[in-house]
């Protein structure tokens, strides 16, 4: 994989280590938004005010096995890993907001699994991983993120570790699923998920209730005071 950027007055084309070069400066980069080699600017600014930071991009050029993928925007790879850099401790929890979004059930059981095993105990424990809310992205929890991407399987995880939910209320497959997976509800007695805001002020069921999913809306409310 190599990823090249280009800007005004210096090609960084062919610069193999690029991409990591970029991800290592990131704090600083994204102060300026200029190459850490020349200090010209790497930014181009869009009218979009969907683009990140403020209609800001940083266009690069992205080769991989599938070929050339041209004007790619690497400008959130280096806020996410500026964001880490300055909150080492959060790397677990942008991993779990991954996982929701992807459906990766399993993958979600090893990282809880893992933390808890992690003998140095620096980093987030299984409760607030389950219940982070990511400052990159408008402050969602992975239920909101479930959610959007239609994630059936891992609503349902979310709610089995991290809601108030009565166990007899869920589906004999996702009983079974748990009991599979190893997986109590020793987690749930804290925070319920269900009750987390988005930077926009929404819970997860607001989200259902957008797309008209009018069973998945009375699940993620149920219950709630």
């Known amino acids: 994989m190599i990823i090249q950027a280009t800007h005004k007055k210096v090609s960084l084309k062919g610069h193999r280590s690029l991409a990591q070069c970029l991800l290592d400066e990131s704090p600083q980069i994204l102060n300026k938004l200029h190459c850490p080699s020349c200090d010209n600017s790497i ?6 005010a969907s683009r990140s930071v403020s209609g800001t991009r940083v266009p690069t050029r992205y080769h991989n096995e599938g070929g050339v993928q041209e004007d790619l925007d690497i400008l959130p790879l280096i ?3 500026a964001y880490l850099d300055e ?7 942008r991993a779990f907001m991954t996982m929701c979004a992807e459906g990766d059930v399993f993958g979600i059981n090893d990282l809880l699994s893992a933390v808890d095993d992690d003998e140095d105990g620096e980093g987030l424990s299984a409760k607030p991983i389950l219940r982070y809310q990511d400052p990159l992205d408008e402050m969602k929890s992975g239920l ?3 959610v959007e991407k239609g994630q059936e399987e891992i609503i349902w995880l979310l709610l089995w570790l991290a809601s108030t939910l009565p166990t007899d209320i869920f589906p004999e497959q996702i009983t079974q699923m748990a009991e599979t997976m190893g997986v109590g509800r020793d987690t749930a ?3 319920d998920i269900r009750n ?6 929404q819970l997860a069921s607001d989200l259902a ?4 999913n009018v069973l998945l809306t009375d699940l993620l409310s149920a219950n709630l005071p």
């Open 79 to 81: 806020t996410e890993e």
């Open 144 to 146: 909101h993120v479930a």
């Open 189 to 191: 007695d804290g925070e």
């Open 43 to 48: 930014a181009t600014s869009v009218a979009s």
């Open 196 to 201: 987390l805001r988005d930077a926009q002020g």
């Open 87 to 93: 909150h080492p401790e959060a790397r677990p929890a």
């Open 209 to 212: 209730r957008n797309t008209g």
